[in-house]
């Protein structure tokens, strides 16, 4: 079982690694390849996975909803932990709702479940994502521009694949390859720019960023048991709820925290120290697992 688990974890964090040891080297500037992987890959990878014969969104409601709920909860417990400590909601909120699933939680599902793990692990992504760039940019700003998410190309890649899906129309093989090939380049750039931009941040709020990164998965495992307890979901979608649950705060909780003047050097403390603990926790949850 260790050696599996080592087996499924090591390329994960060998390519994160690299993008750390080459951010440290060579500074490099990724903001055009990471605008690319989210408006071209990105949105090829989640089109792929929703027109192929295998994804029939209904059966994956159910899981939907319990991302949904998982997310929710999260929330809640951050906020009554921010209000009992003295902290701002605010900060802690966003890292505890939404974690790394796209960085971390694609390429682990697909490693650790196999490429039939892709299609459900696509719709927890897409669930964050949604619920991160509406309601997480309302609770930072409550004048933020809501309207701007459908603009999104993931969310416009979703909407085209659930009508091509829903549609019944079959994408021509040749064509199909050729777009599962270009999504196919977003999962090792996600771990490369991870590696490179944990290499570009600082820790500051040591003891806010320890806190934040233990509780996160904590509280995560906690819901995602307790989410299964009431679901009678496949083992498949039981495995990635409980992976799902232990992933560490997405790096985009950062980049809304600067954006919008929420103590940032605290929000990256938290990042930072939360996708180095993975390493702890994701073992864990895996094992739980497998």
């Known amino acids: ?33 990471n605008q690319l992987n989210m408006d071209v890959f990105v949105p090829a990878l989640v089109f792929g996975a929703m027109v192929s014969k295998d994804f029939r969104i209904a059966e994956y409601l159910p899981l939907a909803g319990a991302t949904a709920v998982m997310i929710a909860g999260a929330g809640g417990v951050g906020w009554l932990v921010a209000k009992a ?17 796209g960085n971390l939680g694609l390429p682990l599902a697909v490693l650790a479940f196999g490429d039939a793990a892709l299609a459900p692990a ?56 050729a777009v599962k090939m270009v999504g196919d380049i977003s999962i090792p750039l996600m771990l490369f720019a991870l590696g490179v931009r944990l290499a570009d941040s600082q820790i500051k ?51 809304f925290a600067e954006r919008y003047q929420q103590e940032p050097d605290k929000v990256a403390s938290m990042v930072l120290i939360g996708n180095l603990a993975a390493v702890v926790f994701l073992p864990i949850a895996l094992a739980l697992a497998l």
């Open 85 to 101: 400590l003295g902290m701002q909601p605010k900060t802690l909120v966003p890292p505890m709702m939404f974690n790394n699933c």
């Open 205 to 255: 709020a040591v003891g806010f960023g320890v806190f934040g990164a233990a509780l996160r998965p904590l509280v995560g495992l906690a819901l995602s048991w307790a989410v299964l307890q009431v679901l009678d979901l496949p083992a498949r979608e039981q495995a990635l709820v409980l992976v799902f649950g232990a992933l560490p705060p997405a790096v985009l909780n950062y980049m």
């Open 1 to 33: 079982m260790l050696l599996r688990i080592v087996s499924i974890l090591f390329p994960l964090f060998a390519i994160t690694a690299l993008g750390f040891w080459v951010g440290r080297r060579r500074r490099p500037d990724l903001s055009q390849a």
């Open 122 to 177: 696509v719709v927890m992504f897409l669930v964050s994502n949604l619920l991160h760039f509406s309601f997480g940019a309302w609770l930072l700003d409550h004048h933020a521009r809501l309207r701007t998410v459908w603009r999104s190309p993931v969310i416009l890649a979703t909407l085209g694949g659930l009508g091509v899906g829903l549609a019944g129309v079959e994408v021509w093989p040749p064509l199909l390859m």
